[in-house]
C-alpha cells in the first residue's frame, strides 16, 4: 500500500527518483547502442579494432545494468498499473536479450545450430527494445494513456529535452563516422550471409587463379612457388567446419574444399630449427603464425573454394588459412607466402592485444 500511494503521489508530481532513474536510463541505453554499433558497424569496427574485446565487455555490463534498470522500474509499475500492452512486450525483449547475449558472450560452448542465430537475434532484439523506448515515451506523455497533475509537464518537458539531446548526439556520431571514412577510407566491411566481412587495410586483393602465385620458404630443404592448380594436387581435402568469430558470431557450417597442410609441409622438408609456419597476406598487413605442434592439432588447411565454389575475394580467395579450432583472427586472408621460422611472429591482430593462443575454448 505505500508503495502504491507513493506512485499515486507520483501521478501528481514527477519525483526526483524517478527523473534520476529515467535519466540514467536514458545513458545507459544511448551507451549500450553506441557500443553495440562500435562492436558490428563497419566503419566503427575497422578503425576500432584494438579496442574491441574491451568494448565487448563494457558492452555486456551496460546490458546488464539496462536490465536491471527496465525490471527494477516494471517491478514497480505493472503490479499497480496492470498494464500489460507496455511492460509484456519488454519483458519479452529482455528475456530474448539476455539469452541471445549469453550465446554471443559463450558461443563455443553452445551448439552451433544456437550460436550461429544469435547475432542477428540480438541485433534485432536490440532495435525493437529502441521501438519500445520511444512508444512508452509516447505513452506516457499521453498520447495514448492520459494521465493527471503536474507530472505530466514535466515528463513532456524531460523527455523533449532528452530527446534533443539524444538526436545531437546520433548526428554527431553519424557526421563524424562520415568524415572517418572520409579522411581514413572506407573499412570495406559488410555483412555476407551469416558472416561479417572485415578488411584491416580496407581493401580486398583481387588475384586471378591464374596469376596466384603461393612462395613457401624459409627453414625448409626445399623452398618452391605453387601455382594454384599446382597447390590443388597437394593433399585435396574436403571439411565442413563451423567459423567462429571472436566478437561472438558464428557460421554455423561451411563446405571447405583445400589443401593439407601437412601433405605441403611434408613436400617443402622444414629444417629441424624450424618451430613455426608463418602465413603472410597479399593486403601487405595481415599476418599470423602457429606452431608446428598447433598446426597438427588445430586442423588448419589451405582453403581454395568454399560452399562449392572458389573462396571469394571478399571471404579470402583465391587462398586463404581456415583453423577451425581457433577464432576466425587466426585464419590468415589472401595468403600469398609461407614461411617456417624458429621464432614466432607476432600476428596482426594480437598486436592490438588478441590472444596468441586462439583456441575456442
Not at 575497422?46 to 536491471?68: F, K, N, P, T
Not at 568524415?179 to 580496407?202: F, H
Not at 563446405?255 to 602465413?279: C, N, T
Amino acid at each position: 500500500m505505500a508503495i502504491a500511494r507513493w506512485m499515486d503521489k507520483g501521478r501528481r508530481r514527477w519525483s526526483k527518483a524517478w527523473r534520476q532513474t529515467h535519466l540514467l536510463a536514458i545513458l545507459v541505453t544511448a551507451l549500450t547502442l553506441l557500443t553495440g554499433i562500435a562492436i558490428t558497424w563497419s566503419v566503427t569496427h575497422a578503425h576500432l579494432i584494438g579496442q574491441l574485446m574491451a568494448i565487448r565487455v563494457w558492452h555486456s555490463a551496460l546490458g546488464l545494468v539496462l536490465g536491471g534498470l527496465l525490471v527494477g522500474g516494471a517491478s514497480v509499475a505493472f503490479p499497480y498499473r496492470r498494464n500489460l500492452l507496455d511492460w509484456l512486450p519488454l519483458a519479452i525483449l529482455l528475456i530474448v536479450l539476455g539469452l541471445s547475449g549469453a550465446v554471443l558472450l559463450y558461443p563455443s560452448v553452445m551448439p552451433t545450430w544456437l550460436a550461429a542465430p544469435a547475432l542477428p537475434v540480438h541485433m534485432v532484439a536490440s532495435w525493437a527494445l529502441i521501438g519500445w523506448v520511444a512508444l512508452h515515451a509516447a505513452r506516457k506523455l499521453g498520447w495514448r494513456t492520459p494521465f493527471e497533475g503536474a507530472a505530466k509537464a514535466e515528463r513532456r518537458a524531460f523527455l523533449v529535452s532528452g530527446a534533443k539531446t539524444v538526436a545531437g548526439a546520433v548526428a554527431a556520431v553519424l557526421l563524424g563516422s562520415w568524415l572517418w571514412r572520409d579522411g581514413a577510407g572506407s573499412s570495406q566491411a559488410a555483412a555476407a550471409g551469416n558472416w561479417q566481412i572485415y578488411s584491416i587495410t580496407g581493401t580486398f586483393p583481387n588475384v586471378s587463379t591464374a596469376a596466384y602465385r603461393l612462395a613457401v620458404g624459409g627453414l625448409v630443404a626445399s623452398g618452391r612457388t605453387y601455382r594454384f592448380q599446382e597447390l590443388l594436387a597437394v593433399g585435396p581435402i574436403r571439411r565442413l567446419e563451423p567459423f567462429h568469430c571472436v566478437t561472438g558470431w558464428v557460421v554455423s557450417g561451411v563446405h571447405w574444399q583445400g589443401v593439407s597442410l601437412e601433405r605441403l609441409m611434408a613436400d617443402v622438408k622444414p629444417l629441424p630449427a624450424a618451430r613455426y609456419i608463418v602465413f603472410l597476406s597479399a593486403d601487405g598487413t595481415y599476418v599470423d603464425s602457429l606452431s608446428l605442434n598447433e598446426l597438427k592439432t588445430s586442423g588448419a588447411f589451405l582453403a581454395t573454394a568454399m560452399d562449392g565454389s572458389l573462396v571469394p575475394v571478399v571471404h579470402g580467395g583465391p587462398v586463404r588459412l581456415v583453423v577451425p579450432a581457433m577464432y576466425g583472427y587466426k585464419s590468415v586472408k589472401w595468403v600469398k607466402e609461407i614461411r617456417l621460422a624458429a621464432n614466432q611472429t607476432l600476428g596482426t591482430w594480437e598486436s592490438y592485444g588478441y590472444p596468441a593462443e586462439a583456441w575456442i575454448s
